[in-house]
């Protein structure tokens, strides 16, 4: 509104200007020049062509005013969300389960969980070999969901304060806290014949309870509190018969933009921007994990010699600042940006401010192990 009020008086101002700069062309002293300026003034002060135009310019701010009034009126009260506007919903106590996401437990139907959050913002092929449905309000609200082949809820994930439990553990609670209230977690998961055994020096908990694995991630950066909760139904699980699913183009895209929206989730926790993905730099993330894991390496220095800048560079990525994160080894993107948050330096460039595009690349080697790179860059 001030933009257009001072754009209005400057028009008046020109154009009262304009016949005293007309004819001060036609002088050459500077008493003369001064006589005519103030003659001017006045007559241009008095004058009834004057008069009307400051009558049009004050009914034309009424107007504006008016208009501005009642677009604000008519506007729905959250036609713009802004950060502190979108709600955080209010948590309930699991009836059925020992846990619940968002108020959403498994065993849910589909139909029940969108008519709670509308429509998926994404839908992506997960190592369970369904899809990871992503629900969430500009990544605000995030949570992750699966069903089977009845529309049922099987998976679940959140990095959010969304978490709810019987037993009161919620995003925040202590390690200890968690072990104290549901026990020691396993060590090891049975598939067929063959047991799996879950290494020891370990970010998160697995626990059986009754027909669910319930996993909760810690962040050592926040006092070993929970940070996050996957909660899978044991049919699921038991479904998936290693570790590490067959590599498929489908999953590859399935775990980029996972992981990419994992990182948003994140950020926004931490009062950030969310980034941009952006297809061009994915492209050269996707060509440094297919080199790792054809050449079978793990580095940001590639086997020419070139840092991720210079990469960067030869695909014509002009910017700023950037970083690369990389992760090798964990079997879901889940899994993968749980590790980086844990790790100082990737850590960093996940909640660098500076940051405004992502792009994440997976490649997998021939045991299906993946390995994932993301490039951070501001232009």
């Known amino acids: 509104m001030r933009r257009i009020l001072l754009f209005l008086s400057f028009l008046f101002f020109l154009y009262a200007a304009w016949t005293v700069l007309d004819k001060l062309s036609a002088k050459s002293d500077n008493q003369s020049v001064f006589d005519t300026i103030t003659?001017?003034?006045?007559?241009?002060s008095e004058s009834e062509e004057i008069a009307t135009i400051k009558t049009k310019l004050n009914a034309g701010?009424?107007?504006?005013?008016?208009?501005?009034?009642?677009?604000?009126?008519?506007?729905?009260?959250?036609?713009?969300?802004?950060?502190?506007?979108?709600?955080?919903?209010?948590?309930?106590?699991?009836?059925e389960q020992a846990f619940s996401i968002h108020n959403i437990e498994l065993g849910e139907s589909k139909q029940s969980v969108e008519t709670k959050l509308g429509?998926?913002?994404?839908?992506?092929?997960n190592e369970y070999g369904t899809n990871w449905y992503t629900y969430h309000e500009n990544y605000h609200n995030f949570i992750m969901v699966a069903y089977d082949s009845r529309n049922k809820v099987v998976?679940?994930?959140?990095?959010?304060?969304?978490?709810?439990?019987?037993?009161?553990?919620?995003?925040?609670?202590?390690?200890?806290?968690?072990?104290?209230?549901?026990?020691?977690?396993?060590?090891?998961?049975?598939?067929?014949?063959?047991?799996?055994?879950?290494?020891k020096d370990r970010d998160y908990d697995v626990f059986q309870i009754d027909n669910t694995y319930v996993t909760l991630f810690y962040d050592k950066h926040e006092n070993n509190t929970v940070t996050s909760i996957q909660i899978?139904?044991?049919?699921?699980?038991?479904?998936?018969?290693?570790?590490y699913t067959d590599a498929s183009d489908q999953l590859k895209e399935g775990f980029e933009y996972q992981l990419f929206d994992l990182t948003n989730a994140s950020r926004v926790n931490h009062g950030l921007g969310v980034l941009t993905w952006d297809e061009r730099v994915k492209e050269t993330a996707r060509k440094h994990s297919s080199d790792m894991a054809e050449n079978n390496y793990f580095n940001h220095t590639n086997l020419k010699g070139q840092s991720p800048f210079d990469r960067m560079l030869e695909d014509e990525i002009l910017f700023t600042i950037a970083g690369e994160n990389l992760a090798y080894g964990q079997f879901s993107s889940i899994f993968a940006h749980e590790g980086l948050m844990n790790s100082m330096g990737h850590r960093e460039n996940i909640l660098k401010k500076e940051y405004t595009y992502l792009g994440v690349g997976v490649a997998f080697n021939t045991e299906s192990h993946p390995y994932y790179t993301e490039n951070f860059y501001t232009k």
């Open 39 to 44: 003659s001017e003034i006045d007559k241009v």
């Open 61 to 95: 701010i009424d107007y504006i005013a008016t208009l501005l009034q009642t677009l604000e009126e008519k506007a729905p009260e959250n036609s713009i969300i802004g950060e502190n506007e979108i709600e955080k919903p209010e948590l309930h106590v699991p009836s």
């Open 119 to 125: 429509p998926a913002q994404r839908t992506s092929l």
């Open 155 to 199: 998976g679940l994930y959140t990095n959010q304060d969304l978490i709810s439990s019987t037993k009161g553990i919620k995003r925040g609670t202590p390690k200890q806290d968690v072990l104290d209230l549901l026990g020691e977690p396993m060590t090891r998961i049975q598939k067929g014949f063959v047991y799996y055994e879950f290494q």
């Open 232 to 243: 899978v139904s044991k049919a699921l699980e038991q479904n998936r018969a290693d570790f």
